[in-house]
């Protein structure tokens, strides 16, 4: 299983990751992107069919915050770095 997390500290707003995983990543008023599945905590299992749409955001994303856990972030992006 695959758990996801934007930090939102580093988002630049860049608008590319909604566009490549539409059903995991979407925008708040300012543009700054969040996980829809889970209210951005992070602890909620991506669906399979979705992994390699969040791989290819997590590759893509050009100030690298996307986060991808084995285990559940509980809403801290940082945990695991
Ligand atoms: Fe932000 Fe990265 Fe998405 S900069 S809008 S999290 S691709």
New binding site residues.
């Given amino acids: 299983a695959k758990f996801t997390i934007?930090?939102k500290d580093?988002?630049?707003?860049?608008?590319?990751?909604?566009i490549?995983a539409p059903d995991i990543?979407d925008?708040d008023d300012e543009?700054?992107?969040h996980v829809v599945i889970d209210h951005n905590k992070g602890n909620q299992i991506i669906p399979s069919s979705l992994e390699d749409d969040v791989l290819d955001?997590f590759e893509?994303?050009?100030?690298?915050?996307?986060k991808i856990s084995d285990t559940p972030f509980n809403g801290d992006p940082l945990k695991f770095e």
């Fill in positions: 934007v930090d580093t988002c630049i707003a860049c608008g590319a990751c909604g490549t990543f925008y543009g700054l992107a955001a893509g994303c050009p100030s690298d915050s996307i």
